[in-house]
């Protein structure tokens, strides 16, 4: 036992080494060249030690770079720049300013809690990544700068869903999982600053080997790298180290350093197992000077070396995640049942830009976009009317308004099959599993509503309310008996659901039916007719695009349930002889899941 413990000590002192090796030189590399190189993804918690990296890379810059952070929700106009507002009202003309992005030229950019960026500022930073020019045509301002700068991404997120987008990372040459305590135990040693000026100096000096190349590329096809940037980097990366070491030209244990580095974060599977060598004819083994043969010692391919080199570096537990941005993806599909939709508002939520419209009541003016309009135009509109008193001329056309996104309260409603074909199978578990739905309703902070639907009609049981105990009440006094109007039921169902649409709320369907429609709209009887109608009304969910799940109660899955979920637009989910828990349980997993056909 104390062999294992040992053992499992040496690893982990072993794994902490290769860790605090890695941020030393992922520092030191970067201070050499920051933009060849682009950045970093720092992924773990704010901590101070991770400060001190930070601050032991800003010191191996050269004195006096750019050093910015972007806030999260930073503006077009700060982070692209744009019109100095307060400078062209004063002067009567467009007076441009710079933005953060062409502030930093030459230095580095900080992205805290990079894994919540808005998408739109780490698609203009991309851009700007990409083609090392910034452009700007917007409020009267046109210009081109050339800017080229490195990104440290701080990646916070909590769990494998919340990481930094790919469109960001792929773009930054290193990744690095920073464990605090790792770095407590054994502190980054870094090079000083004169050897980092002295290797700056001699970068581009550093020659690459013709067949390192192919040797990087072929690496990241073996590891199912789909990124071309992966082997550019890789080539930088291992310039760079290069003239760290006080070399002209890459050698093998550079590359061995940019395979580590680079390419094995970025590994997708492993490499396959090499085929062996056969056996060589004596004929081609080598005769040494007293007649006795031998095997000649091969050196192995560069190509072979830097395949190595990055499979030794894969981490514990790496590739064992590789299906998680799929996972988020679906997750993120799913999230109009959980959490709400995005939705976007005039009144309260996240700003998110605003938009030339008219004013009226309720909407919210954006006073500083509107004066951006105007100021360029101030010149002009004082010459046209002399007379007039106003220090600032504002339009119509002139007027923006505020625009917000916020996440909409979710109205889950429960269609309830109450008929008397319903109570005899299932009524009583049906009743059940949507207790404890509603349970799990209320943690989430939805509204839930009930409508039953039994005899010649509908009837709306609960309202939309955020109270678990009179939806628990309704339900008590659900008697079951009498046909089955699911026409009816299904209209009541969309009717308040649009209701909960327009109110800004995303409603959610959870229809309980055993799909025996056997009573019309209008109260009278026929199978036919009604299974008819049933399938006309819950055609309205499909057009108007009202996520729903139908469960099919019956002992058997009925074909007309399938039919009429595809006719929904719903998820169906049949389950014969099931208790409520189990109920519940397959509805919790159906809800998380995008809607669709069967």
């Known amino acids: 036992m104390s062999r294992l413990a040992s053992s499992s000590a040496d690893a982990k002192r072993s794994e902490d080494a290769r860790m605090e090796s890695a941020a030393s030189q992922v520092a030191a590399l970067l201070a050499i060249d920051p933009a060849g190189l682009a950045g970093a993804v720092l992924r773990g918690p704010a901590d101070p030690k991770r400060d001190e990296w930070l601050e032991a890379l800003r010191k191996l810059l050269p004195a006096g770079v750019p050093w910015r952070r972007v806030p999260l929700g930073i503006a077009d106009g700060r982070l692209l720049g744009g019109l100095d507002l307060a400078a062209s009202l004063s002067a009567g003309r467009p007076i441009a300013q710079a933005g953060l992005l062409a502030e930093a030229d030459g230095g580095m950019i900080i992205l805290p809690m990079a894994e919540r960026v808005e998408s739109q500022v780490i698609a203009r930073i991309a851009a700007v990544l990409d083609s090392g020019v910034l452009r700007i045509a917007r409020e009267g301002i046109s210009m081109v700068r050339t800017t080229r700068f490195g990104v440290i991404a701080l990646d916070e997120g909590v769990g494998d869903d919340e990481q930094v987008t790919e469109a960001l990372s792929d773009r930054l040459a290193f990744r690095i999982e920073f464990d605090p305590t790792a770095l407590q135990r054994a502190a980054p040693v870094m090079p000083t600053c004169v050897e980092i000026e002295a290797a700056r100096r001699r970068l581009m000096q550093v ?71 056969p056996e060589q004819p004596p004929e081609q083994q080598q005769e040494s000077s007293n007649g006795e043969t031998q095997r000649p ?73 509107t004066l951006r309009v105007a100021a360029p135009w101030q010149e002009y509109r004082r010459r046209e009317k002399p007379h007039h008193a106003a220090l600032v001329h504002i339009r119509r056309e002139d007027v923006r308004i505020r625009r917000y996104k916020q996440n909409s309260e979710t109205t889950t409603i429960f269609l309830v099959d109450a008929s008397g074909s319903a109570a005899l199978h299932r009524l009583a578990e049906a009743k059940g599993a949507v207790e404890l739905l509603l349970a799990d309703c209320y943690v989430r902070r939805d509204r839930v509503a009930v409508i039953a639907f039994r005899g010649r009609g509908a009837e709306v049981l609960l309202e939309p309310t955020h109270s678990l105990v009179r939806a628990k009440r309704s339900l008590a006094a659900l008697p079951g008996g009498g046909g089955t109007p699911l026409a009816a039921g299904i209209v009541a169902g969309y009717a308040m659901a649009e209701a909960s649409r327009k109110r800004g709320q995303t409603p959610v369907i959870v229809a309980l039916t055993d799909g025996r429609a056997n009573v019309t709209r209008d109260g009278l009887g026929g199978r036919a007719v009604a299974e008819s109608e049933a399938l006309e009304s819950a055609r309205l969910f499909r057009a108007s695009g009202i996520a729903a799940l139908l469960i099919d109660t019956a002992p058997r899955p009925q074909p007309f349930s399938r039919d009429l979920a595809s006719a929904m637009g719903a998820r169906y989910v049949p389950l014969p002889f099931a208790d409520a828990a189990r109920m519940s349980a397959t509805v919790r997993q159906a809800a998380r899941a995008p809607a669709s056909g069967p």
């Open 297 to 369: 010692e091969e050196q192995p391919s560069l190509e072979d070396l830097v395949l190595a080199a990055a499979q030794a570096s894969l981490p514990a537990g790496l590739l064992a995640g590789l299906g998680v941005a799929a996972r988020h993806m679906a997750r993120q599909a799913a999230a109009s049942g959980r959490s709400g939709m995005m939705r976007r508002s005039a009144q309260r939520g996240r700003p998110i830009g605003a938009r030339p419209a008219a004013w009226r009541a309720g909407l919210r003016l954006a006073l500083v976009e």
């Open 207 to 277: 020659k690459i080997p013709s067949d390192l190349p192919k040797a990087f590329c072929a690496a990241a096809l073996a590891l199912g790298i789909p990124s071309l940037r992966a082997p550019v980097f890789a080539l930088r990366c291992a310039r760079a180290a290069a003239a760290l070491a006080g070399r002209i030209e890459v050698t093998r244990e550079d590359a061995a350093v940019a395979a580590q580095l680079i390419l094995a974060p970025r590994a997708r599977q492993m490499p396959e197992a090499p085929a062996e060598e």
